[in-house]
């Protein structure tokens, strides 16, 4: 099965929730709290568990991470950069300044899963639990400059933060959770896959003002374009064993994190930019993402 099928499960659950909140009677407000319970519960403990059950070969995949650090990096300097040369105020700049770099963890434990197996999942939380306080402190460094909120105190409520740190610390100690608390750990990071999956579609929507229509086709190359070539690149350049190589290539190629949106607003961003990002970069991702992955 190639790449275009093994990702279809995953874009078939975003369409499903794409027509769930337009012809059913799950409205928004559904899927609002749906997204918020993904956010501050089921996903911090999928990222927590995967984290400390995982045991990783720092030796053998640190060239990987560097990869993926490499795309990452490469990616946020050029979403950076774009507030010199895009006319956008500094609210609407700060809030979809993270489509640019930030990565939908969703799509990537549920497609790793696929390509590679239990071990592409491991990767693939060796990546996220590398970037993912990265990522989440300058999304919320360029909102705290906006909204005049404390950096650090932003950083130390994040929940995504705080499981990454606690799930990277207790695997660094060699701390293992009990059985009973492990699995229930894993049922929650399960659900956070499907209902995660349903609220990227629920949350689709179209740009509604065209004059930011130049600055998210700029972020959407950036991300979907630029970071996957760059991880591409490198990785073959570096000589990365076919299944790292294929996590660093998706993780790339992944569109920007839903989570996005639920932060700017929380921080009195610009809510409706982020989700028309969100929305272009998920669309074209369906495209753009086996394509990819074909090339690896």
């Known amino acids: 099965m190639n790449s275009a099928f093994l990702l279809l499960p995953d874009f078939l659950l975003i369409l499903l929730g794409f027509l769930l909140v337009r012809y059913t009677s799950l409205h928004k407000d559904i899927w609002t709290g749906a997204e918020k319970l993904v956010y501050y519960l089921l996903f911090p403990a999928l990222l927590f568990n995967s ?20 795309a990452f990096f490469s990616a946020m300097f050029l979403g950076y950069i774009s507030q010199w040369f895009f006319k956008a105020n500094h609210k609407s700049w700060a809030s979809g300044f993270q489509t640019s770099f930030r990565f939908n963890s969703y799509i990537a434990f549920a497609a790793a899963g696929r390509l590679a197996g239990e071990e592409g999942v491991a990767l693939m939380a060796l990546i996220s639990g590398c970037l993912v306080p990265i990522a989440n402190a300058a999304a919320v460094w360029a909102l705290a400059k906006h909204s005049e909120t404390h950096l650090l105190k932003e950083i130390g409520k994040n929940p995504l933060i705080i499981a990454t740190v606690l799930g990277l610390g207790s695997n660094l100690l060699g701390l293992t959770m009990p059985d ?6 894993q049922r929650l990071g399960a659900a956070s ?10 949350g689709l929507m179209w740009i509604e003002n065209k004059k930011d229509g130049a600055l998210i ?74 394509i990819w992955l074909s090339l690896v």
Not at 180 to 185: D, E, H, K, T, V
Not at 193 to 202: E, F, P, R
């Open 180 to 185: 009973y608390i492990a699995m229930s750990l």
């Open 217 to 290: 086709a700029y972020w959407t190359t950036v991300k979907l374009m630029i970071a996957p070539a760059i991880a591409l690149t490198v990785g073959r350049l570096m000589d990365l064993p076919p299944a790292q190589l294929t996590i660093v290539v998706l993780f790339g190629a992944l569109p920007t994190a839903t989570s996005a949106y639920v932060l700017a607003n929380r921080m009195k961003g610009d809510g409706p930019l982020v989700a028309a990002c969100i929305s272009v970069m998920t669309l074209l991702a369906s495209l753009t993402l086996p």
């Open 51 to 70: 984290i400390n059950q995982t045991r990783f070969d720092w030796s053998g995949t640190s060239t990987m991470v560097l990869v993926a650090a490499s």
């Open 193 to 202: 896959i499907a209902l995660g999956l349903l609220s990227v579609g629920a």
